[in-house]
């Protein structure tokens, strides 16, 4: 982690405290019982995990055949309810991999990007890594189908953000976000779905970058992290209240320049890189996933619950 200054935590601190008012107390944003999501959705969220991590191979990047299958997989699950799926291919290294793409309310002008990677880093399983998230851009886009939104919304299931392509312009992200760039595409925000599984409820469970969070957020890894830079006009602040406002789950709001450690550890990145809107909502990866990019990043450590009443809480937002 880079060296951060004294003004610079103290800045920091007091930003991801900007949301909460003086004297109130943190743990409001709490469901005050424990919730269970339609068993039916909370199934689905499983089953996609399930069939992501259970390959023959690891869905990185040298397992091309494994990469298509899965890829060939998100595509028949957009299909059964997006108005048009379709492969943008790319060529890194003279192999030919595959974002997948699915376009809900395909006629309106705004745009709405939701999007998850689906490679693996290595030999891993992988399955909050990214499995929970690819398992939530499915549910979330069939959910969205079938109500009445405004936006045009794209489901994207990037490849190649794992190493060693990452922080490149190889990702598959960065292919698709200079596709939209040069498009000219009418942007209202990206929003990544970046490890959104693992939980736990005891306490000291939950790491930071500045020890100070702990003040804010507490100790449990318990919540989802909805999380930006200053140069996003507050867009994932926005859904965040909208979130917050369901909380079928906990939420926390973090507004963080990109040097801090894991602040653009995803494919907003990309979004950033060419100056487009976008942000990530997290389980803060290694902060508390102490099986990220191990082998034991395995299904059964995930909670499939808080995974299916986020994506309700998520589709609700829109």
Not at 270 to 287: C, E, H, P, R, V
């Amino acid at each position: 982690m880079r060296f951060v200054s004294i003004v610079t935590l103290s800045l920091l601190f007091l930003t991801t405290c900007g949301s909460q008012k003086k004297g109130e107390n943190k743990q409001e944003n709490s469901p005050e019982t424990s919730l269970f999501a339609d068993s039916l959705l909370v199934q689905k969220v499983q089953s996609h995990v399930n069939v992501l991590c259970t390959t023959s191979r690891p869905r990185n990047h040298e397992n091309m055949e494994i990469l298509d299958s899965v890829a060939t997989y998100i595509f028949h699950q957009f299909e059964a309810y997006c108005d048009t799926v379709y492969y943008q291919t790319f060529e890194v290294n003279k192999k030919t991999y595959k974002n997948v793409i699915g376009v809900l309310n395909v006629n309106a002008s705004e745009l709405v990007v939701i999007g998850a990677h689906y490679d693996v880093c290595g030999e891993t399983p992988g399955a909050d890594d990214n499995a929970s998230g690819v398992s939530g851009l499915i549910e979330s886009g069939r959910l969205l189908s079938k109500k009445e939104i405004k936006n045009r919304i794209e489901l994207v299931a990037f490849t190649l953000e794992e190493p060693p392509y990452f922080r490149t312009e190889n990702m598959g992200s960065y292919h698709y976000a200079k596709k939209l760039k040069k498009e000219k595409a009418d942007l209202k925000y990206m929003v990544c779905l970046e490890m959104i599984g693992y939980y736990d409820e005891n306490k000291n469970t939950q790491e930071y970058p500045v020890d100070a969070m702990k003040h804010q957020y507490g100790t449990q890894a318990n919540f989802l992290a909805v999380v930006e830079n200053e140069k996003q006009g507050n867009v994932g602040k926005d859904l965040f209240d909208k979130l917050k406002s369901r909380s079928s789950i906990k939420y926390e709001y973090v507004q963080a320049p990109s040097f801090l450690t894991g602040v653009d550890f995803s494919d907003h990145l990309s979004f950033w890189k060419l100056g487009l809107k976008a942000f990530m909502i997290t389980d803060t990866s290694f902060y508390r996933n102490k099986h990220y990019h191990e082998d034991s990043d395995k299904p059964e450590l995930l909670d499939y619950n808080k995974i299916a009443l986020f994506v309700v809480d998520f589709v609700n937002s829109f």
